[in-house]
C-alpha cells in the first residue's frame, strides 16, 4: 500500500501561481511512476501531469503544457505542482495518484493509476 496526502490547494486568482505537493507513505515511493489528475464539479477525471520513477520522463495535458510543471523528490518522497498562470478553467479538485507502467499511454489513464490521495481544492477567481 501506498499512502498518498496531498496539500497545497487554495483560492488563487487568475494569473497566479499555486503549489501543490504530495507526500507519500508505505512501500517505496520511488518504486513508482506518479501523476496528477484533476476532477471539476460535473466532469470527468482527466490527467494533468506525470512523472516517471527516476524523474527523467515528464507527460503533459495540452491544456497545462507550458503553465505546469511537475516534479518529485525521491529522498523525500514527494511529488509537486507548481502551477502559473492559473486560468478560469483549472479549478477542480487536484488528485495525486501512483501507479507503474510500461507503456506511455498508460500514464494518461486514470484507470492505471493503483493508488490515491484524498484530494485538494484548487479555486481561481477572476
Known amino acids: 500500500q501506498v499512502q498518498l496526502v496531498e496539500s497545497g490547494g487554495g483560492l488563487v486568482q487568475a494569473g497566479g501561481s499555486l503549489r501543490l505537493s504530495c507526500s507519500a507513505s508505505?512501500?517505496?515511493?520511488?518504486?513508482?511512476?506518479m501523476g496528477w489528475f484533476r476532477q471539476a464539479p460535473g466532469k470527468e477525471r482527466e490527467f494533468v501531469a506525470a512523472?516517471?520513477?527516476?524523474?527523467?520522463?515528464?507527460y503533459y495535458a495540452d491544456s497545462v503544457k507550458g503553465r505546469f510543471t511537475i516534479s518529485r523528490d525521491n529522498a523525500k518522497n514527494t511529488l509537486s505542482l507548481q502551477m502559473t498562470s492559473l486560468k478560469p478553467e483549472d479549478p477542480a479538485v487536484y488528485y495525486c495518484?501512483?501507479?507503474?507502467?510500461?507503456?506511455?499511454?498508460?500514464?494518461?489513464?486514470?484507470?492505471?493509476?493503483?493508488?490515491w490521495g484524498q484530494g485538494t481544492q484548487v479555486t481561481v477567481s477572476s
Open positions: 512523472i516517471t520513477q527516476s524523474g527523467g520522463t515528464l
Open positions: 495518484a501512483a501507479g507503474s507502467f510500461r507503456r506511455p499511454e498508460s500514464y494518461y489513464s486514470a484507470s492505471r493509476y493503483y493508488y
Open positions: 508505505g512501500r517505496t515511493f520511488s518504486n513508482y511512476a
